[in-house]
């Protein structure tokens, strides 16, 4: 085993995601890769993955998300989390990442470096425009336009990050994802309609330059995004990661309500709070 190959830190919330976790994590044992660490939301996901996956380091984070939506678990637990292996690059890998060939070479090839699989350019003539004149379905940059009119900072990030699977090297970990759990919390809730953008931002303030070669990591990894669910289970069970039918616990979820301000926004966010509270959401701790 190469004692510095990075350290791939899996941060996930739900039952479905535990299920795609074990998924993504059999695609990297298929190449013999660790070393792996895991954090999930509650010990009944932690004892089913370490139950598909025996001998998996998993842990149950204590993080609270209060009115906050179920993606900003991450960085809240990321904020607080020490990885067991030190001294390491730290990869973060969402849960519905599948990978198709060996990481290391990719790994390698950015070693000490704020690394990305996607991301996506910005037009920064764009920061001119008000909230109000950007289409509610761009979360991402809303949540930028967002951030600087409440800070009143004037960055203009030429891109937003995906944090679905990224690299980070370990100086730069601990306050990177202080500054990413600090920024979500000053938004507030309300306004905060996708947690990467916050990331961006900070990583903008922080004067991390991302690097990003598409087909070269599209090569290793394949991020399923919302839409592409149905294609996650396809290969899933195709390659031989669902041997054991985990595909038949999944429960289909609706799509989540993104809101910008105003009545409707308070209305759902109570009801969201309510309907966390009703099924035990607060994260308990190991």
């Known amino acids: 085993m190469n004692d510095n190959k990075p350290v791939i830190i899996y941060c996930t919330t739900g039952m479905n995601s535990a299920i795609y976790t074990i998924w993504s994590i059999r695609s990297l044992k298929k190449f013999n890769y660790e070393p792996i660490e895991v954090i999930v939301s509650s010990e009944d996901e932690k004892l089913f993955i370490q139950e598909h996956l ?3 380091k998993c842990y149950v984070s204590n ?15 990321l904020s607080k989390y020490k990885p067991d292996h030190e001294g390491r690059d730290i990869v973060v890998c969402d849960a519905d990442v599948l990978f198709v060939a060996d990481p290391t070479p990719l790994f390698s090839r950015f070693a000490a470096r704020f690394w990305f699989h996607k991301l996506y350019p ?11 004149d950007v289409s509610p379905s761009r979360w991402s940059f809303l949540t930028l336009l967002h951030y600087r009119e409440m800070t009143g900072h004037d960055d203009r990030p030429p891109w937003i990050l995906n944090s679905g699977l990224f690299m980070i090297k370990c100086e730069w970990y601990d306050d990177l994802m202080r500054q990413w759990a600090e920024g979500i919390q000053e938004l507030g809730p309300d306004l905060m309609l996708n947690d990467q953008s916050i990331l961006t931002m900070m990583a903008y303030k922080s004067k991390l330059e991302p690097v990003w070669e598409r087909e070269y990591g599209y090569s290793f990894a394949v991020h399923y995004l919302s839409t592409l669910k149905d294609r996650l289970i396809v290969e899933a069970e195709r390659n031989g990661f669902d041997h054991d039918n985990l595909r038949e616990m999944l429960v289909a979820s609706k799509p989540e309500v993104r809101w910008s301000g105003g009545l409707l ?13 009703l099924t035990g959401a607060n994260l308990k701790e190991e």
């Open 54 to 56: 025996p001998g998996q």
């Open 63 to 77: 993080a609270q998300l209060g009115s906050f939506r179920s993606f900003s678990f991450k960085a809240f637990t």
């Open 122 to 132: 910005v037009d920064l003539a764009d920061y001119d425009l008000k909230p109000k």
């Open 265 to 277: 926004s308070i209305c759902n966010r109570a009801l969201a709070k309510l309907r966390r509270m």
